[in-house]
């Protein structure tokens, strides 16, 4: 779904400034660096990072969703469902081997995700209490996470780049099939109708402060874009998304909970009030409704699982033992 | 921990319009029987392929990319590798 830029300080290195030059002349003719290449340590930390939070957001992300896969209204929309959670635990997967070509491995990185030293996107630490969540989700923080993912399939370091295409392509029935539900709803009862506010009440406000903190507090946005790792600001790709979806809610007859939501007619956007950063800043910390019991279920999943990886390599370990004497007895 | 031994293999994937397998990522898995299937779940759930090759990601010998201006050299002074290098006249037409 979406890496989140959390700009943590970046501590100063010392690199070669002869290859630093080297690596920044690659970088301005849109060479893409490859995982053996040379570069500079700073732009490998910042992608191990990123790659590794974007990660585990579409990791942690499959739990709002698999919150509803049994309570899904039709088989229709069940299926839809579990495809798109599916699709989730795919798409961590790409990300967390992109990230492994930086030299770090899988087990570092689900620990760090599981100590609460690595990050995973705000959004996820929201709880789904209502069906129209779901279509929440996809219409809104799908649709939040593919506005910043479509740059990303440009940025610098290609397996980054590779998987991110791969991801966008996948992604657009994501935010569609949540559009349709929000859509039944709104067309619906005036119930359906008034659970399909009630939830974009609730998730709209989440959905802006994906794209992160506004330029004007991000610390690392220049540094990011000198290496093209990003490529637009903040504060640009959430206008774009808001002058997006805006029209998209108005034909559905839904209001945004925003007083000061306005078109400008001067600008061509949509102008809106202020985003309440400290909630943003809580919720990045661990105080979010549902941080605690997010970190709770991926653990217990991962614990819950293990004796299927110990029994797929026992089991791998068997049959080369078998292979191996057939090999003996044949001689 | 025991995924420490879960060995890397690259996918490839050939496509349904009949070109060659396309490195597609990676993942892990502890043999290449579960490597396989491993990659019909991550890298096709829609219909991307008609056949998979998974190979170690360890049996794999790369060039080095700091090599790369002397083993290329050769090829970027050979303009006449290409056709385009060759005249003929515009009444022959296409060729």
Not at chain 1, 234 to 244: C, G, V, W, Y
Not at chain 1, 265 to 293: L, M, Q, S, Y
Not at chain 2, 47 to 54: F, Q
């Amino acid at each position: 779904m979406y890496a989140q830029a959390l700009n943590v300080a970046e501590q100063a290195t010392h690199d070669d400034p002869e290859k630093l030059a080297r690596f920044q002349a690659r970088i301005d003719a849109e060479e893409k660096i490859e995982p053996n290449d040379w570069m500079p340590e700073g732009y490998r930390r910042t992608l191990v990072r990123q790659v590794s939070q974007h990660a585990h957001s579409e990791i942690v992300g499959m739990l709002p969703e698999g919150n509803w896969i049994t309570r899904a209204p039709s088989l229709k929309r069940k299926a839809a469902l579990l495809a798109k959670v599916q699709d989730e635990g795919g798409h961590g997967l790409y990300l967390y081997s992109a990230a492994e070509t930086l030299g770090v491995s899988r087990e570092e990185l689900v620990e760090q995700l599981h100590s609460g030293k690595a990050k995973y996107s705000s959004i996820f630490n929201y709880p789904t209490p209502s069906w129209a969540d779901m279509g929440m989700i996809g219409w809104l923080v799908d649709g939040a996470a593919i506005m910043n993912q479509i740059p990303l399939c440009r940025t610098s370091f290609g397996p980054y780049a590779r998987a991110m295409i791969r991801i966008c392509k996948e992604e657009s029935f994501h935010q569609r099939q949540g559009y349709e539900i929000v859509m039944t709803l709104a067309r619906g009862t005036p119930a359906q109708k008034k659970m399909a506010q009630e939830s974009l009440n609730r998730w709209w406000w989440p959905a802006l402060m994906m794209f992160g903190p506004s330029d004007a507090a991000s610390q690392h946005s220049d540094q990011n874009m000198k290496w093209k790792i990003k490529r637009f600001s903040n504060d640009a790709l959430r206008q774009k998304f808001i002058d997006a979806t805006v029209p998209q809610g108005h034909f559905l007859g839904l209001t945004f909970p925003d007083p000061d939501l306005k078109f400008n007619e001067a600008t061509g956007h949509w102008d809106h009030g202020e985003i309440d950063w400290a909630e943003f800043n809580r919720v990045v910390k661990g105080e979010g409704p549902c941080n605690r019991e997010r970190i709770k279920a991926r653990i217990k999943a991962h614990e819950d699982g293990a004796w299927v990886r110990e029994a797929a390599l026992a089991f791998a370990a068997k049959r080369a033992a078998r292979k191996a004497a057939a090999k003996i007895a044949a001689e | 921990m025991t995924e420490k031994n879960m060995p890397l293999w690259e996918v490839f994937i050939r496509s349904r319009t009949g070109l060659s397998h396309r490195h597609a990522g990676s993942l892990h898995a502890p043999d290449a029987e579960m490597a396989l299937q491993n990659a019909r779940d991550v890298y096709t759930r829609r219909g991307e392929g008609l056949s998979i090759w998974v190979v170690p990601s360890s049996a794999i010998t790369a060039s080095d990319p700091a090599d790369k201006d002397t083993l290329f050299e050769p090829t970027a002074s050979k303009v006449y590798r290409h056709p385009t290098f060759y005249e003929v006249p515009e009444e022959v037409g296409h060729m």
